[in-house]
């Protein structure tokens, strides 16, 4: 189970920090990942984490903007988001998969969070 919590309002150019915690499995055995979902579009993958936190990887659309980490004995998941544009209002999920190789589709994700809001106004 994951609980994602950390979603709010803040202006453009600020931060939001989300963090997702995990339960019931051994959080170690999986990728994390973030994703986000905007009105009328569909899900889209904003960043992931290696099991042990060694790769990162993050699409060009957040690179630089967003840094995710991983706290294994904590069995938690951070995504700090921050120079927020509009753009990036949207509902965020947390996810666990398995595999590295398709780690940008959603589909390939056994677990899902149940995602919290982040609304960036302009």
């Known amino acids: 189970q994951l609980q994602a919590c950390g979603g709010g309002l803040v202006q453009a150019g600020g931060s939001l920090r989300l963090s997702c915690a995990a339960s019931g499995r051994t959080f170690s055995n999986y990728i994390m990942s973030w994703f986000r979902q905007a009105p009328g579009k569909e899900r889209e993958f904003v960043a992931a984490?290696?099991?042990?936190?060694?790769?990162?990887y993050y699409p060009d659309s957040v690179r630089g903007r967003f840094t995710i980490s991983r706290d294994n004995a904590k069995n938690t998941v951070n995504l700090q988001m921050d120079s927020l544009k509009p753009e990036d209002t949207a509902v965020y999920y947390c996810a666990a998969g398995r595999s590295w190789m398709y780690v940008t589709s959603a589909a390939r994700y056994d677990y899902w969070g149940q995602g919290t809001q982040g609304t960036v106004s302009s």
């Open positions: 984490i290696s099991w042990e936190g060694d790769r990162l």
